[in-house]
């Protein structure tokens, strides 16, 4: 059921075809009357998520954007850009800074979001960050996001709104969601989380696919106990 608030607004999600951005581009279109995604190619190696950001809007009839953003990779030393570094195979708890950390993401996405935003007349900007599970990211937590927000809306004197429906959930708590708002198999089959760029359940070994599993587990055992 759509916000009465935001039933008549648009918004533009910043999508990956990971778990999280879709999980929020389904939120999304509950909430708004009109939604625009936009991906970033910025040098991946698992640049099959793009693809999977494709087929997706491609069978919801969303508009779809994907820009060139490949300076990021030539500028940061990280393994999801440099397919000669192996991927951090531990799950990173926060107290350190993994090396698939790609320095100042967020920010630059979300700066080309709300430019795009601007230029069709959008004024609210969807996110799928997560400080809950942030590991280690330091533009994921909502201290970011908020200061960021002020600087866009100074930046383009603008009202900007971005919103970070997973913001306090955990990876259980965002199947969870994804299953109350119907695509849950949507979610757990198209999307693209793994960091060596493999669909579904991927690798079963990276960072992201351990954390994908273990919240999924979680999720059924708590549904199955309901």
Not at 75 to 95: C, F, H, K, Q, Y
Request: charged share 25%.
């Amino acid at each position: 059921m759509k916000s009465e608030l935001l039933k008549n607004e648009r918004a533009v999600v910043v999508f990956s075809g990971g778990q999280d951005s879709t999980t929020c581009l389904f939120w999304a279109m509950r909430q708004f009357a009109e939604v625009v995604a936009v991906t970033f190619d910025y040098g991946q190696r698992h640049k099959r998520e793009i693809e999977c950001a494709k087929a997706i809007t491609a069978e919801y009839g969303i508009e779809h954007h994907v820009l060139d953003m490949s300076l990021l990779g030539q500028l940061t030393v990280n393994s999801l850009t440099r397919p000669d570094m192996d991927v951090d195979e531990a799950i990173p708890d926060g107290s350190t800074t993994p090396n698939s950390l790609v320095e100042g993401r967020n920010m630059l996405f979300l700066t080309f979001a709300a430019v795009l935003a601007k230029g069709k007349g959008i004024r609210h900007l969807v996110t799928g960050v997560c400080e809950t599970d942030f590991s280690g990211y330091p533009d994921c937590r909502d201290v970011f996001i908020k200061s960021l927000g002020v600087t866009l809306n100074l930046a383009m004197d603008y009202s900007f709104v971005i919103h970070t429906p997973l913001m306090w959930l955990d990876k259980s708590e965002t199947w969870a969601m994804a299953d109350q708002l119907g695509h849950l198999e949507d979610v757990r089959t198209k999307t693209l989380t793994c960091y060596n760029g493999i669909p579904g359940d991927g690798c079963g070994h990276c960072p992201a696919c351990s954390l994908r599993r273990r919240g999924y587990e979680q999720f059924l055992q708590s549904r199955s106990s309901k």
